[in-house]
């Protein structure tokens, strides 16, 4: 596959990380030429200094990992993550508002995706699909697609499972082409990341970008 690198976005998001591999992130995403580096909002500051002359999109999140604040706490973080130089914000929907049957989720996407535009940047939801049936990933999808989400991202990284082959295949069917589907959790080799690109993931968020690299360009030589 042509460009594997621009469908890679290299994660960092351990509670105990640590300032020499956030370089080390940022060092691999310019060798690399990553379509982005997703990072907690402490360094927001940091990667947009050392990635404002590349092509490379500063990725943040909002409310994780579990989405439990409330959208006034969201708000204001995505505020300041837009202010420190986030490009991309990846916020954790309220799963306990979808799962009680609430609108809430809807209305607090809107909010966040208003406030995104107004300054040119983008929205990712994560929906945790671990905790979704496919009725309700479908009405997940459909609830982020009309409130003006950006992407549909498939987790955090702190479920039980993370990116699924069937649920990227799923989320492709029932969202908008114009929709992007960030495939995201548990993705650390070639052969995994490629079939969630064939079943439609347009973004691959992983923790593993310059290993699956490395498996890349060794199976070119193959």
Request: net charge negative.
């Amino acid at each position: 596959m042509k460009n594997l690198n621009r469908y890679l976005e290299s994660t960092l998001l351990r509670p105990a990380m640590t300032e020499r591999e956030v370089d080390l992130l940022i060092k691999e995403a310019i060798e690399e030429q990553f379509v982005g580096v997703c990072v907690p909002p402490f360094w927001v500051k940091k990667a947009k200094r050392e990635l404002r002359e590349q092509d490379i999109q500063v990725v943040t999140v909002i409310g994780f990992p579990f989405g439990f604040e409330d959208t006034a706490t969201k708000i204001t973080e995505t505020k300041e993550a837009i202010l420190n130089g986030a490009d991309e914000l990846d916020m954790v929907w309220s799963q306990t508002a979808f799962h009680s049957g609430m609108s809430w989720p809807k209305i607090e996407i809107a909010q966040i995706a208003k406030i995104c535009h107004a300054e040119e940047r983008m929205l990712k939801v994560i929906i945790e699909t671990a905790y979704l049936t496919p009725e309700q990933l479908r009405e997940a999808c459909l609830i982020c697609q009309d409130a003006g989400a950006d992407f549909v991202k498939t987790s955090t990284g702190y479920a039980a499972s993370g990116a699924r082959v069937e649920d990227i295949r799923l989320m492709r069917e029932i969202l908008l082409s114009t929709i992007g589907i960030k495939a995201s959790g548990g993705i650390k080799s070639l052969d995994f990341a490629l079939e969630l690109i064939r079943a439609g993931a347009d973004r691959i968020g992983t923790s593993s970008a310059k290993a699956i690299m490395d498996a890349y360009r060794s199976a070119e030589r193959y």
